[in-house]
């Protein structure tokens, strides 16, 4: 994307106006913020392709400097060159080739245009051509480039200028700097030129530009955030594998030692073998994750986003990772290794004898003499197997706070989406009214439908010397655009006064009886209002108020959208010039579903790894903690301990652990979700939906289930022991 926005020299600034004139280009391109600038006109129009007509969006251009076509077949654009250049993925979905004439109309007027070339243009990465749409459908509309020369009608009046700023350097990850850059640029063309109508997009506010900055910076999450906590369960399933391995060989490695090999030899062969089998796991496990998960997450921007030459990439990250845990499992098994071969042959070759442990505080204490004898004996196993317990825990931990994590996102998406549409905005229908719609219009449509009018718009939030972009919605009577307080109980906006939502509050420090400003662009006059209400909201974030409160302050109520109960005939979108969309309640929910699936099979997807690195965990250790206490099972086999009380008595030690590991996960998994969703999109507040206790019973009860699964396939070796092999060792 960056590759893509220097190469095409994406537009710093975008200025829209009922028309601007050669002088108003001039004037802007004399102001020392800026390096250049161009005009383009751009209409909605139509090409008639076999019989049929699909939807085409002209763009009439006097230059190709700024946010330029890029292109990707035919010859180039030149000034004052006849001809169109269409998007290439419209020319490939719909058959068109270079060197085609097409029937196109634009504004009512029938002309044809050769086809020069195919192109692509960054100011078209995330394209809906009109309203009737809520996704996109890349090739199934396209945009087109013309020369302004070539406009069928009377008269061009340009409605846009592209601005470079001086002093921005960076196209995707822009400083601060370069974004007070960019306002300042802004109000000098304020000031500059006059226009009733004139309004600003800064780059990072660009609608292509900001919805894919949303999604990067959710996957973000996922290639930072998940990679470090697998990384931390990887290493405890390292660690444990490898000392189960040497543990297992102890017999081998004395003999070794005792036939004359040196401890180099023996040293080399087990620590190159653990590397071999560690480097084959990791690159597996990376060609594995290529072809899942990467390979969903890349189809799934390819079918939003319109980038040319983006292909899938090795991570640095990826090698780095591939690297490192072969070496985690060499230095691992060498500590293992060490460990056994400083010991002579003949030490070596008896099992390792039991740990001994002093009296814990606990056996010093009158409750211990209470206890029953499992008890007494877990609690001493504990005690003097301490790491193995805390890395335990942490194996246990780690799964139960991921399977929240998983459970919880699940959950959250369902209740945003009954919170949203049906809670906040039960309306069945909402049609938004296109720009410059008069007030009347929009009131006549609500009488029609017995709807609620809304006016939403950005603004500039200001307190103190803190200022952000935010949106402001002003409300007129009505039942259908509802607000709820940080409480969650539904809450009436103040007579006088604004609301603001809670993270925006939290972003200006503001609390309830602050005052604070806000100014509508592109007028410069500040608005001073008292806060009276908090209320949240899970997606749209700024301040709230009544109709009659807009109005006390001087301004203009103008209603650009309408929610009603009624049905709205779909077609008015072709019919009437002054709507814009009708889309139903049951659109907004599909489209909502259909954007989070990805995410949501990703984080299914770390939800199985996650249980499967558990599994893994919880076994070698098991494994480990079965093989340390061969001799004392033994010991009570002997004593005439029946195999079914000693696998319980394992069995109480492991649901002891896993309590405690399970209990702090699943008190660390909201912090972790509230995090993640926070990364996944920094406008929505998902948090502050209702959470059912759901998320914490699957997450305790599977991590329960596995743990005891896994125990019980280990504990069932107590009736294979040889209780004459396990207690001869040690004489």
């Known amino acids: 994307l960056e590759r893509y926005y220097i190469q095409t020299d994406f537009a710093d600034l975008e200025a829209t106006s009922e028309g601007f004139t050669t002088e108003d280009l001039l004037t802007v391109r004399m102001l020392p913020s800026v390096k250049n600038a161009e005009l383009r006109y751009t209409v909605n129009g139509r090409a008639r392709l076999g019989g049929a007509e699909k939807k085409l969006e002209f763009n009439y251009i006097d230059g190709n400097e700024i946010s330029k076509m890029l292109l990707v077949s035919g010859e180039p654009y030149e000034k004052e060159k006849s001809g169109i250049w269409i998007n290439s993925d419209f020319a490939v979905r719909q058959g068109i080739n270079v060197g085609d004439t097409l029937q196109l109309t634009c504004e009512g007027v029938d002309f044809y245009e050769t086809v020069r070339g195919t192109v692509s243009n960054p100011e078209h990465v995330y394209f809906l051509i009109d309203g009737t749409y809520i996704e996109p459908d890349i090739g199934g509309y396209g945009y087109a480039f013309l020369d302004a020369g070539e406009y069928p009608g009377e008269s061009l009046l340009f409605d846009t200028m592209y601005v470079d700023v001086y002093g921005v350097e960076h ?51 996922l290639r930072t955030f998940f990679p470090a906590i697998f990384m931390m369960i990887a290493v405890l399933g390292i660690v444990t594998t490898m000392t189960r391995l040497v543990t297992k060989q102890r017999t081998v490695i004395g003999t070794l030692k005792a036939l004359g090999f040196s401890n180099v030899v023996v040293m080399i062969h087990y620590v190159s073998y653990s590397v071999v089998i560690a480097l084959t796991g990791a690159i597996l496990g990376a060609v594995v994750g290529w072809y899942t998960l990467g390979a969903s997450i890349f189809d799934s921007m390819k079918a939003y986003y319109c980038i040319p030459g983006y292909s899938m990439e090795v991570s640095g990250t990826v090698v780095i990772t591939i690297v490192l845990i072969p070496v985690i499992a060499g230095v691992t098994n060498y500590m293992a290794c060490r460990k056994l071969l400083v010991q002579r042959a003949s030490e070596i070759l008896r099992p390792e004898p039991p740990a001994v442990m002093g009296a814990g505080l606990l056996e010093k204490t009158p409750l211990w003499s209470k206890m029953n004898f499992a008890t007494r004996w877990n609690l001493r196993d504990v005690n003097r197997n301490r790491l193995r317990t805390i890395a335990a825990v942490l194996g246990v931990l780690q799964c139960a706070m991921l399977l929240y994590t998983a459970f919880g996102v699940n959950e959250l998406n369902k209740s945003v989406e009954n919170w949203e549409y049906s809670e906040l905005s039960p309306a069945n229908y909402t049609v938004t009214f296109s720009a410059g719609t008069d007030y009347g219009t929009v009131y006549d449509y609500a009488r029609q439908y017995s709807g609620q009018m809304v006016q939403s718009a950005p603004a500039d939030l200001i307190s103190g010397d803190d200022s952000g972009l935010y949106r402001i919605t002003v ?160 010991t009570l086999k002997v004593l005439g301990f029946p195999t079914n009380k000693i696998r319980w008595i394992l069995q109480q030690q492991n649901i002891f652990i896993t309590g405690i590991g399970t209990a702090i996960g699943l008190a660390l998994g909201p912090t972790v979700l509230e995090f993640m969703m926070a990364e996944v999109d920094v406008d929505a507040d998902y948090m502050y939906s209702r959470m059912s206790p759901m998320p914490y019973v ?29 207690l001869k060792g040690v004489e």
């Not at 300042?184 to 004139?198: F, M, N, V």
């Not at 108020?545 to 109520?557: N, P, Y």
């Not at 396939?713 to 294979?720: E, R, T």
Request: net charge negative; glycine share 6%; with cysteine.
């Open 171 to 221: 196209q995707y990850y822009l400083t601060d700097e370069e974004k007070a850059a960019i306002d300042g640029c802004r109000q000098d063309i304020t000031q500059a030129i006059s226009k009733t109508s004139l309004a600003f997009t800064a780059k990072q506010k660009q609608t292509g530009y900001d919805s894919i900055a949303v999604d990067v910076g959710s996957y973000k999450t």
């Open 475 to 634: 409300v007129d009577e009505g039942n259908l655009y509802r607000f709820q307080a940080e409480n969650g109980d539904y809450t009436k906006l103040p007579d006088h006064g604004v609301a603001i939502s809670k993270r925006a509050a939290d972003r200006f420090g503001i609390a309830v009886g602050d005052t604070m400003g806000f100014r509508m662009p592109p007028a410069s006059k500040v608005y001073d209002v008292k806060v009276e209400l908090i209320y949240k909201a899970p997606n749209s974030q700024g301040i709230a108020m009544k109709r009659s409160c807009f109005e006390e302050l001087g301004a203009d109520f103008r209603p650009d959208t309408l929610y009603t109960d009624m049905t709205v005939p779909f077609t008015y979108v072709n019919d009437r010039t002054e709507i814009a969309s009708v889309f139903s309640k049951e659109q907004y929910i599909r489209s909502m579903k259909a954007k989070g699936a990805s995410f949501d099979y990703s984080v299914l997807y770390i939800m199985v790894i996650a249980v499967a690195i558990g599994i893994v965990v919880m076994y070698n250790l098991g494994i480990l903690s079965f093989i340390e206490k061969v001799r004392e099972i033994a």
């Open 698 to 726: 699957y997450a305790f009860a599977l991590s329960f289930i596995l743990s005891i699964a896994v125990n019980s396939i280990i504990s069932s070796k107590v009736k294979d022991i040889d209780m004459v092999e396990a």
